[in-house]
């Protein structure tokens, strides 16, 4: 298994500033992920964190938004940038275990709680 | 595209009651996952059970069961003598190839459970 901490668990921050949040895994993946859960609703993927390259996004989101970092096998990070209170989501970091498409597990972090005043 | 529909917003029963959460999903892929995790009202994500899309056989886990049925794109989840304990907010979500070979989930809408004693 993995065990996902994220930091930090909640932020109240102000409308305009960016907030990087911080993913470690106690263990090397092959694969991360950050998701956005909005107050109610579902999770949607925003990318997958590639180690030592650019994120591949989903439709909707876009770098310049949601600039992401994979410097290792085991940290990623995630930037909301110039936010407003429509971003105000838990944001949640994912990794999958060694196994090719669909073999390793999936494990989530508990999430950051971001409110956008 | 793929979808996963969880047409069950909400749901209440008494303790002890059997309850199925129903879950139907599209696509394309012969090749995919399905999963169904629980969020509890503490917000962390708890993996319950992976089935790949080649193996239709029903499982059971402890009070937990689970039917999958390719011919209809469902993937049901059942809870046997249901607990106070079980109340949480289940998603249903699948997994498929995306750019870069990189698998994240499609959730569903999530089914929030309600069990009273």
């Known amino acids: 298994s993995a065990v996902i901490s994220q930091k930090p668990s909640r932020d109240i921050c102000q409308r305009g500033t960016s907030l990087t949040i911080q993913c470690q895994v106690d263990?090397?993946?092959?694969?991360m992920f950050w998701y956005r859960q909005q107050p109610g609703q579902s999770l949607t993927l925003i990318a997958t964190?590639?180690?030592?390259?650019?994120?591949?996004?989903e439709s909707g989101f876009v770098i310049d938004k949601f600039p992401i970092s994979r410097p290792n096998l085991t940290f990623s990070t995630l930037t909301v940038s110039n936010m407003s209170p429509e971003d105000s989501s838990i944001y949640l970091c994912?990794?999958?275990?060694?196994?090719?498409f669909g073999t390793g597990e999936l494990f989530f972090g508990e999430g950051s709680r971001l409110t956008v005043l | 595209a793929q979808k996963v529909t969880q047409a069950q917003t909400e749901i209440s029963v008494v303790e002890k009651e059997d309850v199925t959460l129903d879950c139907v999903y599209e696509?394309?892929?012969?090749?995919?996952?399905l999963f169904w995790y629980k969020q509890p009202p503490s917000g962390e994500l708890v993996f319950l059970i992976r089935?790949?899309?080649?193996?239709?056989q029903n499982e059971i886990s402890g009070r937990y069961s689970w039917n999958f049925q390719k011919s209809t794109s469902s993937f049901n989840f059942t809870i046997t003598a249901s607990q106070v304990v079980d109340s949480a907010v289940y998603f249903c979500?699948?997994?498929?190839?995306?750019?870069?070979?990189?698998?994240?989930?499609?959730f569903g809408k999530g089914t929030h459970l309600i069990i009273q004693p």
């Open positions: 964190a590639n180690q030592g390259s650019e994120a591949t996004y």
């Open positions: 089935r790949n899309s080649f193996d239709e």
């Open positions: 696509t394309r892929d012969t090749t995919y996952y």
């Open positions: 263990s090397q993946v092959t694969m």
């Open positions: 994912s990794a999958r275990t060694s196994g090719s």
């Open positions: 979500a699948l997994s498929e190839v995306r750019r870069g070979g990189a698998d994240g989930l499609t």
